[in-house]
């Protein structure tokens, strides 16, 4: 007998994640969207200083965010944990700095837009450079997964391994903005200054005009990328495993949401910028641009670009697969979707005086 547990009740753990939140003493949020992660509200956070709030979206936990509030010439405490960690910043500037065990450390600066890896299990720390200003970034996250995988909090905030082959002091430029770009729109980079001005490459598969690149960072297993839908036009409808969050960092639209083959479940979800939604499993999903310019987000998933998770990177990228009913990503084409869709898309769009730039149905091609 591991524990001293007598009844049913007190022996079974729904959630070792929920009730870490708990012992946190700050907000956990739920549901499918949430309108604005900028002004979501947050409670003090002991264990880091600054404050903090938790997601669990789209009913799963396997991936989850953290959004950290640190005050002006604030700082939080130092910390490292076996899950991966990549943070976007929403406001504000400042620093982390970040060493494994017994290493130097390695300061890397960020403002609004930068996107920073932090390595498996090193240690990291954050600074708040304004003296004015609180900044308020987030962390895209698998320690859901993490701390109900192993339900032991001291081996995922205090395990001593380092794990030298993702992160060393010796990685000379490891921080720096460059990055690789790989075949299959895949940049492998632990830095980006600003992706809201990071170049993207044309997908033609979920859209007319439509922008991604996938992000492959301090080699996580967690997947990423950053997409762009242009002025006047939508992504068609996919749909995959719960676990996804699609972040808004620029332009305004909105999300609809959907179960198959039944239209009546269909939701309208809002967007602007720092809006946030996750699908639940198999539930279809597209992003719609009725604002002035780029429809710009940044998406955490699971599955790596480059440590994947068994799946063939080539088929299931590959328009044919997506059209596959049965495929992973299934994608509903322009052609394929209910009318209404578009009907209602040319309504908001003329409500907000902007022209379509969608072809007509028959010179899209899917
Ligand atoms: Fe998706």
Redo the contacts with the bound molecule.
Sequence with gaps: MADKATSFKDWYVKSSYQQFVKDEGVPLYEGSALEDLASLPLKDWERRGGKAAYTRLGNQENYNLQIVEIPPKGQLKPEHHVYDSIMYVMKGRGATTIWQEGEPKQTVEWEEGSLLAIPLNAWHQEFNSSADEPCRVLFGTNMAYAINFYHNLDFVFNNPFTFKDRYSHVMQEFFGDEGKHWEHRILETNFIADIRTLRLDDNPIRGFRHTVVQLSMASTSMGMHVNEIVEGTYMTA???GAG?H?IVIQGQGYELHCMSGEENSRRKIPLKPYSVVS?VHNEF?QHLNTGKGPFRML?F?GSGSRYGWGKDYEIVSSSAQSKNRHAW?FNITYEMEDPAIREEYYRELERNGITSKLPPLEQTGG
């Design positions: 996919h749909r995959h996804a699609v699908p999903h998406a998933r990503a």
